[in-house]
């Protein structure tokens, strides 16, 4: 497998291998998804779960939720994998915890990336405590938390309104992931990793576990692809038996579009091949904590300090609408577009001369444009 890895990496074949994957991938029905009542319960117009494999609510008239139950049988393995909660389908997110008798909630994404929302906070803040869900009758209440640089583990408590009967949930939120990107390292994405398992919420002893991003696709399937992987190789006692393209595609059936580019692809494989130490050698995950340096001070990003929580619901219904498209970064001036494209070709060492000779060819031509005015005004 490190051969492989090697192999690919040198070649620079993982644009390549990426489109394979998604060339080879099912394309399955999702006409569900797509009915009038269900579009804006979907946060991306082109992020949809298949019919065959899509989880169902049993306990509101509309039983759609963007939700995919990913089940991967040799390794004993249950994912639900979702998207982001939006502000009007909170409600429906713990629901779907409670039917499916889910132990824990691994999240992996900020509420606000690059100043646009990517998911509805949907537990509630260490001020406020809890939060009430109405519309399907929950209360969520934060129990514990603790903080580490690069991620946040919480434990909730879910009461389910009607009967009073509540549950411990646990929430581990990775802080520092990217959208479209990867991890820092393996390390700390693998110490993450096996501090959700040291929960037992992966375990078959209880309902599958809640993964979730923005989509609910790249960095959700990134994290069950490496997990599922690494299970495999412990039950066969052989890494080499483990193909990843072909898990990758088998976990593509439940669904679409599973690791979003071919930097997670590779990252997926990098994280495989430092994960399979582990086999025989308890001491690693220790090395990976010290490298992962979680008792730092955690990282802070200005552009995720608004958060977005669900609104409290009185009526059963949502007091806000989410379009179904991603929201639109800021587009800069025409000018300020050229020169950025133009710089993202030019090579380190002649930026800066770059930069220089764009500057000196604007200033000209604003020069130019006043002599034309004023000539014109004579």
């Known amino acids: ?47 949809s779960p298949f019919d065959h494999s899509r989880v169902k609510l049993a306990s509101t008239e509309n039983d759609y ?3 995919s139950l990913v089940v991967m049988d040799e390794a004993q393995r249950s994912y639900i994998l979702t998207q982001g909660p939006l502000r009007n389908t909170c409600g429906h997110f713990w629901l779907m915890i409670w039917e499916q008798k889910t132990k824990a909630v691994i999240m992996l994404n900020r509420v606000i990336e690059k100043g646009s929302e990517k998911c509805a906070q949907y537990w509630p803040s260490a001020e406020e405590r809890e939060m009430a869900f109405r519309d399907t009758r929950f209360l969520v209440t934060l129990l514990s938390e603790e903080t580490k640089s690069y991620y946040t583990t919480r434990v909730l408590e879910l009461q389910n309104i009607e009967t009073g009967e509540k549950r411990e949930i646990h929430h581990f939120h990775y802080t520092t992931w990217p959208d479209f ?31 979730h991003c923005s989509a609910g696709i790249g ?25 990843i393209k072909s898990i990758l595609l088998d976990m593509r059936k439940y669904r679409m579009g599973l690791i979003q580019t071919p930097d ?13 130490k582990f086999m025989g050698d308890s001491s690693v995950p220790t090395l990976w904590r010290e490298q992962s340096r979680e008792d730092q001070e955690p990282k802070t990003d200005s552009s995720s300090s608004t958060q977005t929580r669900c609104p409290e619901r009185l009526n059963g219904g949502s007091d806000y609408r989410q379009d179904a498209s991603p929201r639109k ?36 031509f604003n020069h130019l444009k006043k002599y034309l005015y004023n000539l014109k005004q004579i």
Request: glycine share 6%; with cysteine; net charge negative.
């Open 1 to 47: 497998m490190d051969r492989e890895f090697e192999d690919i990496d040198s070649d620079g074949r993982w644009q390549k291998l990426y489109l394979e994957i998604r060339n080879q991938s099912d394309e399955c029905p999702y006409k569900v998804a797509k009915y009038p009542e269900n579009r804006n319960r979907n946060r991306y117009r082109d992020v």
């Open 65 to 67: 939720i963007n939700a």
């Open 329 to 364: 970064e800021t587009e800069t001036d025409g000018t300020t577009k050229s020169v950025l494209l133009l710089l993202t070709v030019v090579s380190k060492d002649c930026k800066v001369s770059f930069l220089q000779y764009v500057f000196v060819q604007l200033n000209f």
């Open 181 to 211: 990107g990867v991890p820092d390292s393996p390390a700390s994405f693998l110490n993450f990793l096996f501090k959700v398992r040291e929960s037992g919420a992966l375990g078959v002893d209880h309902g599958p576990a809640v993964v």
């Open 264 to 276: 997670q692809l590779r990252f997926s494989y990098m994280a495989i091949l430092e994960g399979a």
């Open 219 to 243: 960095r959700s399937g990134t994290f069950s692809l490496v997990d599922t992987c690494l299970v495999l190789m412990d039950k066969r006692k052989d890494p080499l038996s483990v193909d």
